[in-house]
C-alpha cells in the first residue's frame, strides 16, 4: 500500500513539473518584443511527453523597385515571407525607410503587399521590408534586400523654339515648332502641345517637335510636360505669326535729273509707299546703278547700290561720280515677315 501512494506521488510531481516548464516558456514567449529579433526561437524539456516548436520568421522573399509618383509620393511593394503565420498568430510587414546604405527607421506597417510613403523632402532614399509574426509572443524577421526609390515633388522646366531660334515676329512660312522639358527629379515622361485648340496631342520623351502652318497672326501653342514621377508643368502659351502675302509694290515710281550744275550731282527719285494687310510694311529699298545704259531685268545683281529706306519713306536722292552720269534703279518693299514686294518699274536720270 505505501509503495503505491509513493507511485503516485511520483507521478503527480512528474506532471507538476511539466507544467512548471509550459508556464516558464509561455512567460519567457511572452516577454519578447518587436525588433529585428531573427525571429527564431527554440524550447527543449527533460520531459519526455513535451513538445517544443520552432519558427523562423523570413522577411518578404523580395521588394520591387520602388516608383516615384507625384507630389514625392513613394510606392513600394514587395512579395510575402515565405513563413505561414500559424493559427492563432497574425502577420503584418513593417517598413523601413533611411538613407542610401541605412540606417533604417520604421515609418510604418501594414498587412497588405504594398505601402505608399511620401518623404519629408525630395532625394533619393532606401527602403527595406520587415515580417513580423504576433501571437504568443512578437518575432520579426530580418530585412529584405534594399530597394532605391525617389521622391520628387519637382515639375519639369519647358521651353518652346521657332526654326531652332525665338518664337517672336513675323514668320513668312510653315514654322517648325520644339517643345523641350528639362527634369532634374524623376525626369521627362512626355510633352504635351495642343495647336490653335485642336485638341491635346502627348509625346513620349523630352521634346515634341510639330509643324505650324497657314497664315495668321493668332497661331497658338499651348504646351506643358509631365516628369515620369507625374509632376506636370503649368501649362504656357505661345503665339507664331505667319505672314505668306508679300507687300504692295512702291507706286508712282519715278525719277528726276539733279538741279545743275555743280557737284554734288545727282538723281531724285519719288514713290508712294507700299502697304502689307498682315505683319506690315518694314522697309522699303532702292536699288541703283551707274550705267550707260540701264539693265532691263530688276534685280540686285544687276543694281548692286543699295539704299535702305524707312516702312513711309516717299523719296531719295542719289548722288552720281561725274557731271551727266546716268541713274538707273527700282524700289521694292518688304514686310515685317521678310516678304518681299515685286519689283517696281526701272527708271532712270541724269546727274546734274
Known amino acids: 500500500m505505501t ?3 509513493r507511485s503516485a506521488v511520483g507521478s503527480l510531481s512528474d506532471r507538476l513539473l511539466a507544467i512548471a516548464f509550459v508556464l516558464m516558456v509561455t512567460v519567457a514567449l511572452a516577454g519578447i518584443t518587436a525588433g529585428e529579433t531573427g525571429a527564431s526561437f527554440t524550447g527543449t524539456s527533460t520531459n519526455p511527453t513535451n513538445q517544443a516548436t520552432t519558427m523562423t520568421v523570413q522577411p518578404p522573399a523580395g521588394q520591387n523597385a520602388p516608383t516615384s509618383n507625384a507630389a514625392g509620393v513613394v510606392n513600394l511593394s514587395w512579395s510575402a515571407t515565405p513563413t505561414a503565420p500559424g493559427a492563432g498568430h497574425t502577420l503584418t510587414y513593417l517598413v523601413l525607410r533611411g538613407p542610401v546604405g541605412g540606417p533604417y527607421t520604421q515609418i510604418g506597417s501594414t498587412s497588405a503587399l504594398a505601402y505608399s510613403n511620401t518623404p519629408p523632402s ?3 532614399y532606401e527602403f527595406v521590408i520587415q515580417a513580423q509574426v504576433a501571437g504568443g509572443g512578437t518575432f520579426t524577421s530580418g530585412n529584405s534586400a534594399a530597394k532605391t526609390g525617389l521622391s520628387d515633388r519637382v515639375a519639369p522646366t519647358m521651353s518652346i523654339t521657332c526654326n531652332a531660334g525665338s518664337c517672336a515676329g513675323w514668320f513668312k512660312a510653315t514654322v517648325s515648332v520644339t517643345v523641350s522639358g528639362v527634369d532634374v527629379g524623376s525626369g521627362m515622361g512626355s510633352v504635351t502641345r495642343n495647336v490653335d485648340a485642336a485638341g491635346q496631342v502627348s509625346t513620349g520623351g523630352a521634346s515634341a517637335t510639330l509643324n505650324v502652318s497657314g497664315e495668321s497672326a493668332a497661331h497658338t501653342v499651348a504646351y506643358f510636360g509631365t516628369d ?5 508643368s503649368a501649362s504656357a502659351n505661345q503665339t507664331v505669326k505667319i505672314d505668306l502675302t508679300a507687300p504692295t509694290t512702291p507706286g508712282a515710281f519715278a525719277a528726276a535729273n539733279g538741279a ?12 508712294t509707299a507700299g502697304t502689307d494687310a498682315l505683319s506690315g510694311v ?4 532702292l536699288h541703283w546703278v551707274a550705267a550707260g545704259t540701264c539693265p532691263t531685268t530688276a534685280t540686285p545683281a544687276n543694281f548692286p ?3 535702305p529706306l524707312g516702312a513711309a519713306a516717299t523719296s531719295t536722292t542719289v548722288t552720281g561720280s561725274a557731271f ?3 541713274i538707273c534703279g527700282y524700289i521694292e518693299s518688304a514686310d515685317n515677315a521678310g516678304n518681299t514686294s515685286a519689283p517696281s518699274a526701272i527708271k532712270n536720270a541724269f546727274a546734274l
Do not use: E, I, K
Not at 515620369?228 to 506636370?232: E, M, R, S, T, Y
Not at 518694314?282 to 529699298?285: I, K, L, M, N
Open 122 to 124: 525630395d532625394g533619393t
Open 228 to 232: 515620369v514621377a507625374g509632376n506636370a
Open 324 to 326: 551727266l552720269q546716268r
Open 282 to 285: 518694314a522697309s522699303q529699298t
Open 260 to 271: 545743275c550744275c555743280s557737284a554734288p550731282y545727282t538723281v531724285s527719285f519719288s514713290w
Open 3 to 5: 509503495m503505491r501512494t
Open 305 to 307: 547700290n543699295a539704299v
